[in-house]
C-alpha cells in the first residue's frame, strides 16, 4: 500500500511519500535507543510540564490539526476538532496522574520492606490505524512516555501526514528528540521492527489479520503485545427503556466517524414489542442525514477512508441480502458523486451465519434483529466472536445486573453510548483483543512490574 495522503471526498492523490530505507530505519531505532537511556532517567515531574504543553499545543493548533484528519480520512471536521480536544485531555490526565499511578506501592511480607516499583522498558513499537489518527496514537503515547518508554510509530499508510504532525506536536512540546519518532513503513516493515533486539514490545489498534501477524512474529521473540482489534457492538434496547433517548444515540453510535469505529453500535438487538417503533424511528433519522463534502459545518455523514473499505463493506451488504437479509434503506454505493460514499443503510432479517451476523461492518450499516426476550438478547450480543463494548437500554433493574455481567465485552455501558474516556480502561476480549488501554491499567501495560524485597 502506497504510502499517499489520498482525499476520499474527491479520490484525488495529494501527496506520496517514499518509505524508509533500511538505513533510515537503523539510524532511528539506534536513535531511539539511544534517548531511552537517557530519558528513563528524567524526572516525572519534567515529563509532566511536557505532556501538559503536548495539550496546550493540540488545543492551540485543533483547527489545522482537525482539517489534516478530514483532509486524510474523511471524518466530519467536527468531529475531528473533538478528536485533538480529547487527545489534550488525555494528555492532561497522564501529566496530572502518572506519578500517583507510577508510585511505588508498599507490600507488607516477611522482608522488613518490600514494594512494587514500576519502570520503563524501553522502545515500545504502535502500529496504528487511520480511524481516530491522533486519538489511538495520544492514547498509547501519553502513558507510555510518561512510563518513561520511548515510542516509535509506524501508523496507517494512508494517514501519512497525521503520523508526521503528531511526531511535531510532541517535539514542540520540548520532549527530547527521539523519544518519540514517525517512521513511514509499510506493514510489510513490521514484522523486522517487532525482531529487533531494541524493540521490547508492541501496541496494535486495527484489523484481526495485522493484530494476529504482530502477535505471532512478537511471540517469536518473546515480546509482549497489546491489541486492539475489531469489534462488533450489540446495542440492546428493552421494553422499558426511553425509545427516544435509544433511538437517538442508536444514530450517533453508528454514524460516528462515518460509521467507522470499532467501538460503533453495530448490530442493533431490539425485544419484539419495540422493534416496529424502533425502526419506525430509526429509518426517519437515518433518512434525514446530510451525506457530503466533511469540511462542511453542517454535514453528518463524509465518505469512507478508502476504496477498499467502499469495496469491503458493499461486499458484506450484497451478499447477507444474496442470503435472506432485507434491506431497508440504503444498500448501494453512491456512485453519482467522487469519493468513496456509501449512505446510512438499515439490514433487517437478517439469517444466522451471513456476514451481517458474524463480521464487523466498517461503515455506516445498521444490523437489526428482532429478539423475544432477554435470554435471546444475550445470546444475540455474546453470538459474533468479538467482545470489546456493548451498550444496553433498560430501566429494569434486575434486567440491567444481568446485562452487566452476562455480556461477553470489555465494556458495558448501560444508557449511554460506548465511549472512551482516560479515567476508565478500554479494550476487549475474545477476537477483539487483549490488554487495556487508558487509566491506570493502560499505562502499566509497558512496564516492568519489578518486585523489591530487603532485610
Ligand atoms: P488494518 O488494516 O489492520 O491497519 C491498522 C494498522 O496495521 C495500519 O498501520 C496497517 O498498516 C497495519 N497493518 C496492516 N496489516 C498488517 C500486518 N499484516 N502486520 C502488521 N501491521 C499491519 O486496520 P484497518 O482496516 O485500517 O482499521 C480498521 C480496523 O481497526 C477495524 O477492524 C477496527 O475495528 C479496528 N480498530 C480497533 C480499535 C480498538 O481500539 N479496538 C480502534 C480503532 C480501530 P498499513 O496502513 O500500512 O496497511
Known amino acids: 500500500m502506497a504510502i499517499a495522503t489520498i482525499n476520499p471526498t474527491t479520490g484525488e492523490t495529494l501527496k506520496t511519500f517514499e518509505p524508509l530505507t533500511d538505513t533510515d530505519i537503523e539510524t532511528k531505532l539506534a536513535q531511539a535507543q539511544k534517548a531511552f537511556e537517557q530519558y528513563r532517567k528524567t524526572e516525572i515531574t519534567q515529563k509532566s510540564v511536557w505532556l501538559q504543553a503536548a495539550a496546550e499545543i493540540l488545543e492551540r493548533d485543533k483547527e489545522n490539526l482537525g482539517k489534516l484528519i478530514t483532509l486524510e480520512m474523511g471524518k466530519p471536521l467536527k468531529g475531528a476538532i473533538a478528536e485533538i ?17 507510577l508510585a511505588d506501592v508498599p507490600v507488607s511480607t516477611d522482608a522488613s520492606h518490600s514494594f512494587i516499583r514500576y519502570q520503563p522498558l524501553g522502545v515500545i513499537l504502535a502500529v496504528m490505524p487511520w480511524n481516530f489518527p491522533f486519538w489511538q496514537v495520544f492514547r498509547f503515547a501519553a502513558p507510555a512516555l510518561m512510563a518513561g518508554n520511548v515510542g516509535i510509530l509506524k501508523h496507517a499508510s494512508n494517514v501519512p501526514q497525521c503520523a508526521l504532525a503528531i511526531e511535531e506536536v510532541i517535539h514542540q512540546a520540548g520532549f527530547p528528540p527521539s523519544v518519540f519518532q514517525t517512521l513511514l513503513v509499510g506493514s510489510e516493515r513490521v514484522a523486522d521492527l517487532i525482531a529487533d533486539h531494541r524493540v521490547k514490545a508492541a501496541t496494535l489498534t486495527g484489523s484481526e489479520a495485522a493484530g494476529a501477524s504482530l502477535a505471532s512474529s512478537a511471540g517469536k521473540q518473546i515480546k509482549k503485545t497489546v491489541l486492539e482489534l475489531g469489534g462488533s457492538d450489540p446495542f440492546i434496547v428493552m421494553p422499558s427503556a426511553d425509545l427516544n433517548a435509544a433511538v437517538a444515540t442508536a444514530v450517533t453510535a453508528r454514524m460516528l466517524n462515518n460509521g467507522q469505529s470499532c467501538i460503533a ?19 426517519e433519522k437515518f433518512q434525514s442525514l446530510k451525506i457530503g463534502d466533511p469540511m462542511l459545518p453542517d454535514i453528518d455523514l463524509g465518505p469512507l477512508a478508502t476504496p477498499g473499505i467502499l469495496k469491503d463493506l458493499d461486499y458484506q451488504v450484497q451478499e447477507s441480502v444474496k442470503h435472506g437479509a432485507k434491506l431497508i434503506t440504503g444498500g448501494q454505493p453512491l456512485l453519482d458523486r467522487p469519493g468513496n460514499f456509501y449512505p446510512p443503510t438499515i439490514l433487517t432479517d437478517i439469517p444466522p451465519g451471513t456476514p451481517a451476523e458474524q463480521e464487523e461492518f466498517f461503515g455506516p450499516v445498521a444490523l437489526l434483529f428482532r429478539v423475544a426476550d432477554i435470554d435471546a438478547a444475550i445470546i444475540a450480543a455474546n453470538v459474533t466472536p468479538f467482545g470489546l463494548g456493548a451498550s444496553a437500554w433498560t430501566t429494569n433493574e434486575q434486567e440491567r445486573d444481568r446485562l452487566i455481567s452476562e455480556i461477553e465485552a470489555g465494556a458495558v455501558f448501560i444508557n449511554g453510548l460506548v465511549k472512551s474516556d482516560p479515567r476508565l480502561p478500554f479494550g476487549g476480549i475474545k477476537r477483539s483483543g487483549y490488554g487495556r488501554e487508558l487509566s491506570s491499567q493502560g499505562i502499566h501495560e509497558f512496564v516492568n512490574v519489578k518486585t523489591v524485597w530487603v532485610k
Open 265 to 283: 453500535a453495530k448490530r442493533f438487538i431490539v425485544v419484539d414489542e419495540i422493534a416496529d417503533e424502533f425502526e419506525k424511528q430509526l429509518l
Open 85 to 101: 480536544e480529547k487527545c489534550a485531555s488525555g494528555c492532561r490526565y497522564y501529566a496530572e496522574h502518572a506519578a500517583e499511578l
